[in-house]
Nanobody, 125 residues
């Protein structure tokens, strides 16, 4: 069973940067489909970035070019580097994971992924 724990959230001004971390246990991150999601108050959950077991990454249009998903196999940790932050990036950020290869996407993780408890990101102007 995959267990996940996010960290690194906080408050930052517009244009600033944050790096979120998601420590994994039970599986090596290189064997997982993993993703970052966020949910703002009163809004639906949004898939932000995904990385499959081969290292292939995908991003939502809203963060493309500003956010980078990556993993450190030695630390068994997933990261989300967030640059040029905007107020609309505010929300609770969650990481999710599902063991195995294949296409890594929103539906797969929401239907059968394991989830962390989330970390809050607040971007103020």
């Amino acid at each position: 069973q995959v267990q996940l724990e996010e960290s690194g959230g906080g408050s930052v001004q517009v244009g600033g940067s944050l790096r979120l971390s998601c420590g994994a246990s039970g599986y090596t991150v290189s064997s997982l489909c993993m993703g970052w999601f966020r949910q703002a108050s009163g809004k639906e959950r949004e898939g932000v970035a995904f990385i499959d077991s081969d290292g292939y990454t995908t991003y939502s249009d809203s963060v493309q070019g500003r956010f980078t998903i990556s993993r450190d196999n030695a630390k068994n940790t997933l990261y989300l580097q967030m640059n040029s932050l905007k107020p609309e990036d505010t929300g609770m950020y969650y990481c999710a994971a599902d063991p195995g290869g294949g296409y890594c996407h929103y539906r797969r993780l929401t239907q059968r992924g394991a989830w962390g408890q989330g970390t809050q990101v607040t971007v103020s102007s």
